[in-house]
């Protein structure tokens, strides 16, 4: 099974609507992070989150909020999706000192 | 504030030549440094990594990557790619001192030609 799971794996939605991506984990890390990927602009980050009680922003982290349930659960909302949100959505996991370990992706098309 | 670039945004090779990806950063910091891969389709995978001690680190599957710090320089390279090394590659840089905020650079497409 995956380390770092993500669903759903493609959404297409409306401008307007509210979407929520989750991710799971079963590394056991405190770290996780949300990116989104732009052809041409590499990955961005747009949260992160050091425990369940501390959550940052990114630097792309206007239009998103997230929610950390667990230690192994982290979601990503878009409150009313856009068409420039559309990105290929990932999210990571990592321990201290460590690398990152990403989740499979979700592509997300806003219509 | 610290940054990546990579040189190239795409590198066309043929089957067995050799080939290097750029990679440079700024930071007046000490960094960790990182080189990803990304299938097509697929999510991110670690490829290779430097956190200190020897300069010249090597992954599993034939890749190098030398840290130069006068250079600032990360640049990856494979002696013969193969069809199956066709990717895109992800440098990216983490302040040493930072909790895991990883920067990333644009990526590089490599092309395996036949």
């Known amino acids: 099974d995956a380390d770092v799971t993500q669903t759903p794996r493609n959404r297409i939605t409306k401008t307007g609507k509210r979407i929520m991506l989750e991710c799971s984990q079963t590394k056991g890390h405190d770290r996780m992070y949300w990116y989104r990927q732009d052809p041409g602009l590499g990955l961005r980050l747009i949260y992160y989150?050091?425990?369940?009680?501390?959550?940052n922003k990114g630097e792309i982290s206007d239009g998103y909020s997230v929610s950390r349930q667990a230690q192994a659960k982290f979601s990503l909302s878009l409150e009313s999706a856009i068409p420039n949100q559309t990105a290929l959505y990932f999210c990571?996991?990592?321990?201290?000192?460590?690398?990152?370990?990403f989740g499979p992706g979700t592509r997300l098309t806003v219509l | 504030a610290q940054s990546v670039t990579q040189l190239d945004s795409q590198v066309p090779v043929f089957e067995e030549a050799p080939v290097e990806l750029r990679c440079n950063y700024s930071s007046s910091v000490s960094v960790y440094l990182f080189w990803y891969v990304q299938y097509p389709n697929q999510g991110l995978q670690l490829l290779l990594k430097?956190?200190?001690?020897?300069?010249l680190v090597e992954s599993i599957n034939g890749f190098e990557a030398e840290f130069n710090k006068s250079q600032t320089s990360f640049h990856l390279r494979k002696p013969s790619v193969h069809i199956s090394d066709t990717a895109e590659y992800f440098c990216a840089v983490r302040i040493s001192s930072n909790t895991g905020k990883l920067i990333f650079g644009q990526g590089t497409t490599l092309q395996v030609k036949p």
């Open positions: 430097y956190l200190s001690g020897s300069t």
């Open positions: 989150s050091f425990d369940v009680k501390d959550i």
């Open positions: 990571a996991t990592s321990d201290y000192q460590a690398e990152q370990f």
